[in-house]
């Protein structure tokens, strides 16, 4: 058993369900499997929906097939590049399959039996080009103050020429509703890091009150180094204690995030083009007033908007729920239930599951095991296979109680800067973050 295939295998099931909208190539970009493998496990998930013991399954067909003759391969591209006579078209994968066994040439011959296998060889030969576009379309627009996208934008930049160790000078952490288009946040800062994010969201969600979900790209400052493969990180945990739900887009897929980088287009042409801000006075000093010429003064071609400035399109915001006065720290476990993550025992029969030890055993030392939540029991299960049960352990690290909101967000903080110093170091080792 390899701990890192169940682990992926159930990061699949999970993302799948909750993004049933997903593609399979996004899938394997968030996953960094390959296409094949996401089609594969999607096949062995439908046929069995109600089994937990899916994601320990083991493929039985053979890893290496023997490979076809190569006059086979050479009547396959024949019939492609030449079709008979009868048929007025290029042949496709079927047509292939029926007129190969016809051929003399492969009497006596192993032949391919499905049209994957035809396409295969065709792709391999150049015969069928590769389409790469993306189709695109109109998003669905939901309510307003529903849908939330956030992101980074550089106003100031460095002179490469005084500086080589920062690209931005100011950045501006912005918040776009989806729904109306509305620039709802655009907090500049000279340091933006995983801790400075907490204070300007939740005076943004005491003004609005709380969406549904947010959106936004895998920026290490909200998603450490995990790349969604390990416990959510104080960002995360954040949102899921609100009981707002955090959407994380998949790799290089900026599209999913329109709105907001549609907005960095504006701010990139129409304000730091044009006034130039050089400092984070300035740029505090002149942000407030483009950001409030984009909503009540300059017209948005957006669908919602209809060539009106977003302000006056949508005069009339809804009530959201306000933000709570206590929330529940350990609410995230939910979300995570039965999830799976690899882990290494160390020599002294330990296992090293978010930043708390849990001890296995000593007879176990150099095993990789599969440590599996369950969010009823607040347990974590350590799996030697997917029948073999190691140790269950109390879940550490939880709080177990209803806190203070200043006092769960004063925790974020404090979390938040110690995953980025680890983040920095484990990029610089050499370099003390600050």
Known sequence: MNAHYVADRSLLLALWHQHPEWTNPTLAQATGRSLAWIKKWKARFRAHPDDPDVIWGRTSASSTAAPFAPRVIEQILAIRDTPPEQLQRTPGPRAILYFLPCSPEVHGE??????????????????????????????????????????????????????TKQAHAVEVFDAVDVGTSLWLMGEPSATSTAATVFAPLLHLLQQIGLPERVRFDRDPRLLGSTSMRDFPTPFLRFWYALGVQPVVNPPRRPDLNAFVERLHATVEREYRQIAQPDSLDATRESLPRFQQHYNTQRPHQGVTCGNRPPASAHPQLPLRPRVPAQVDPDRWLEAFHARCFARHVKANGSVLLDDQLYYVGRQYAGWEVVAQLDAPTRQVRFLGNRHTVLAVKPLRGLVGAALPLPAFVAGCEHEAHALWRRYLKARHPFKQAS
């Open 110 to 163: 192993r032949l391919p039996r499905s049209t994957r296998t035809i396409w295969k060889i065709l792709r391999a030969h150049d015969r069928i080009p590769q389409h790469r576009r993306r189709p695109h379309g109109a998003q669905e627009r939901p309510e307003p103050l529903v849908e939330l996208q956030l992101d980074f934008k550089d106003v100031v930049q460095v002179d490469p020429l005084a500086s």
